[in-house]
C-alpha cells in the first residue's frame, strides 16, 4: 500500500531530500514551511511527482497550525502513515549570552517546542487510526557532546532525544511508534548561513572545516539511507543513524587520501 507522509520543514535541506526520496519510493508527501508556496526551486526537484506531493503552510511554532497541517494532509490522502518533525532553526554562531532573547526564544519554540507539538498531534490523531509512525531528527548536542558556540541548538536537540525516548515508552502497545533519525553533518544553510542569512562565522573556523570536509555529507546521500530504512522499519524506539561511531573513525583514519571537499 502506498503509504502517506507528512515532513515539517521541507522545503529545503534535508527535508526536501527526504520528499523527494520518499516519492522516488512511491508514496504520497505532504510537504510543508513557513513560506505561503513551495519555492519553486524546491517545486523543480518535485517536478515528476505532481501528483503525489502537495504543500501546506506550517509554522510549528504553533499548535493550531501543526493540526491544520494533519487536517490538511489527511483530507488530501485520507490517512497518514509516517509524521516527520524536521523543522529547525540554527541559532548564530556565539556563546549563550551573546544570544538575544528574541532569537533564543526562536530557537527553542521551534527545535524543541515545535516538536513536542508535532509529536503531540500525531500520536493523538495516529492513536484513534491504531497506526503510524513519528520521527523526529537528532543533531549536534543529541550525543551529549558539547560544540562551544553551538549550545542554545544543542539544548534543543539534546532534550529531543530525551523526549522521542519518553515517547516511544508511552506509545508501547498502542499500534503506533516513535523513533529518531541521526543524520551526521550535513552540507546545508543551515551549516554555511547564519538565522538572518549571511554567511555563517563557523565556515572560518579552520578547526571546524577540517573536520566538517571529513566528516560530512550532502543531504541527499543522506536522505538515500534514511528513506528505504525508515519504510521498513516495526520497531518502536528506534535509532536510524547514517554517521555511525565506526563510519566516522574510518573517515578520520583514511582523511589524507580523500581530495572532495565541501567548504
Sequence with gaps: MMKSVVITGSTRGIGLAM????????????????????????AAQLADHQTRYFYV???????????????????????????????GQNAPYACVWDTDEMMTGHVISTNLT?????????????????YGAIYSMEGLGSNNMIQLKTVLYGTTKHALTYFMRGLARELEGSGVIAGRLSPGMMLTDFIT??????????????????????LAD?????????????????????????????????????ARRRRDRLI
Design 218 to 254: 550532502r543531504p541527499e546521500t543522506v536522505a538515500a539511507f534514511f528513506i528505504p530504512r525508515i519504510l521498513r522499519n516495526t520497531k518502536n524506539d528506534h535509532q536510524i543513524i547514517w554517521l555511525t561511531k565506526s563510519k566516522a573513525a574510518w573517515r578520520f583514519m583514511t
Design 57 to 87: 503552510q506550517c509554522d510549528v511554532q504553533y499548535k493550531e497550525s501543526l493540526q491544520n497541517l494533519w487536517d490538511m494532509a489527511v483530507a488530501r490522502w485520507q490517512r497518514i502513515d509516517l509524521w516527520i518533525n524536521n523543522a
Design 114 to 130: 515545535g516538536m513536542i507539538y508535532g509529536s503531540q498531534v500525531a500520536a493523538a490523531a495516529m492513536i484513534k487510526q491504531g
Design 19 to 42: 520528499a523527494v526520496e520518499f516519492l522516488r519510493a512511491g508514496c504520497q508527501v505532504t510537504l510543508s514551511g513557513r513560506g505561503e508556496t513551495l519555492p519553486e526551486e524546491a
Design 193 to 214: 548561513r547564519s538565522p538572518d542569512g549571511r554567511p555563517s562565522e563557523v565556515v572560518s573556523d579552520r578547526k571546524f572545516k577540517k573536520v566538517f570536509n571529513i
